[in-house]
Nanobody
Framework: QEHLVESGGGSVQAGGSLRLSCNAP????????MAWFRQPPEKEREFVAA????????VYTDSVKGRFTISRGSAKNTIFLQMNDLKPEDTAVYYC?????????????????WGRGTQVTVSS
């Protein structure tokens, strides 16, 4: 059973936009902190953005501040990542993650469940 399912990736030109969605089949996610990570080609997985369980607090890595927005959907099992003004360096596989325990921080190992990822490719 997949815990999280990402969608919305694709290929765009620099300056374009994409909206990623993360769905949790059969469960609600509005009681959990969640985050988006990405893994560029031949690089380590890196933190992109996080949202608190109640949606009140968000955190972004510096390179996406002002361009990306993480949010919770009205449906209780969905979060989004709106990506504007995309750059070639945003090219990566994007992963949704959920923190089920009491860990803190934004490292990969501080999140417990993951999706399989969705590819985002930005051409110059």
């Amino acid at each position: 059973q997949e815990h999280l399912v990402e969608s919305g990736g694709g290929s765009v030109q620099a300056g374009g936009s994409l909206r990623l969605s993360c769905n949790a089949p059969g469960r609600t996610v509005n009681s959990y902190a969640m985050a988006w990570f990405r893994q560029p080609p031949e690089k380590e997985r890196e933190f992109v953005a996080a949202i608190s369980y109640d949606g009140r607090d968000t955190v972004y890595t510096d390179s996406v501040k002002g361009r990306f927005t993480i949010s919770r959907g009205s449906a209780k099992n969905t979060i989004f990542l709106q990506m504007n003004d995309l750059k070639p360096e945003d090219t990566a596989v994007y992963y949704c993650s959920l923190r089920a325990g009491a860990k803190t921080g934004y490292a990969v190992n501080s999140y417990d469940y993951w999706g399989r990822g969705t590819q985002v490719t930005v051409s110059s």
